[in-house]
């Protein structure tokens, strides 16, 4: 039929997996395009394709190609590490900061000490470091709304 | 029974929920007690009791409880955020580092022209600027391995 999607003639990867007809409402098909199967094979896996569906459903339209590759990245990496998925970056990623953040404040105070024993005080030097400490402080404020509080998060690769 | 388990008297989050006799091998008890009903609600609506389940027997029995805390996190911040989810809390952290990482070569930088310009060159000088160029080498090896690549990352708030 002229007003079929091009979906009824080629099943999304989601129907061709479930080995269901696709109609051209499928809530799958613009997301799941018959050449990525993968994609959907692992969200199927760790969540379950009702459990998509419904979420599909709970979000505004516009939003649901950013759901869906959400989804799909943190089924990716709960097949890869069953144990911590994608918890397991967040954990590398909140610690790489603590150890930016330390190594900036190093830096800040090497160079503030510098100034202050070397060299008498000018205008120059007290704005390098006073731009250093500012930035600083921005950045431990915004990561502490990001920290996954875990037993395990200090012991964790 | 004195052979039975706690769990024979109170049930598991998990099995409460499910309204089944929560058996002493119960898979669940360990990890959702009755205490914390709302973890296994979350698991439940995101992943699913089976889907759970199944992961919980693919682990080894001592990473149970690190697999079980991974994944209420992520149901946790998939409910709170059912577009993102704790991917969101990922491209925040990488942008985090990124930002961290340009403000500590850009401080480094400072401590370097600083030092070229204003001072001779001083042994105590070039080691501190080194400490800080190393420091940025191997945040920046470390950060490229966790990057969630994605057409939204660098829009998402």
Redesign the interface.
């Known amino acids: 039929m002229a007003s079929s999607s091009s979906y009824s003639n080629c099943p999304c990867a989601a129907c061709k997996f479930l080995r269901r007809k696709c109609m051209p409402d499928c809530v799958f098909a613009p997301y799941f395009p018959p050449e990525e199967p993968q994609k959907f094979t692992n969200v199927h896996?760790?969540?379950?394709a009702?459990?998509v569906s419904k979420?599909l459903n709970?979000?505004l339209p516009h939003?649901r190609e950013?759901?869906v590759?959400?989804?799909a990245?943190?089924a990716e990496a709960?097949i890869k590490d069953?144990?911590?998925?994608?918890?397991?970056?967040?954990s590398?990623?909140?610690r790489?900061?603590m150890?930016?953040?330390k190594?900036?404040d190093?830096?800040?105070a090497?160079?503030i000490r510098?100034?202050c024993n070397?060299?008498p005080t000018t205008t120059?030097?007290i704005t390098?470091s006073q731009?250093?400490s500012e930035?600083?402080t921005s950045?431990i404020a915004?990561?502490s709304s990001?920290y996954?509080h875990?037993t395990?998060n200090n012991d964790?690769p």
């Open positions: 896996k760790i969540f379950g009702s459990n979420l709970e979000v939003q950013d759901a590759n959400s989804l990245y943190e709960r069953p144990v911590y998925g994608c918890v397991g970056a967040i590398v990623l909140q790489q900061v150890k930016l953040q190594e900036l190093a830096t800040n090497d160079l510098y100034t070397e060299m120059t030097i390098t731009r250093g930035r600083g950045s915004q990561s990001f996954y875990s395990w964790h």
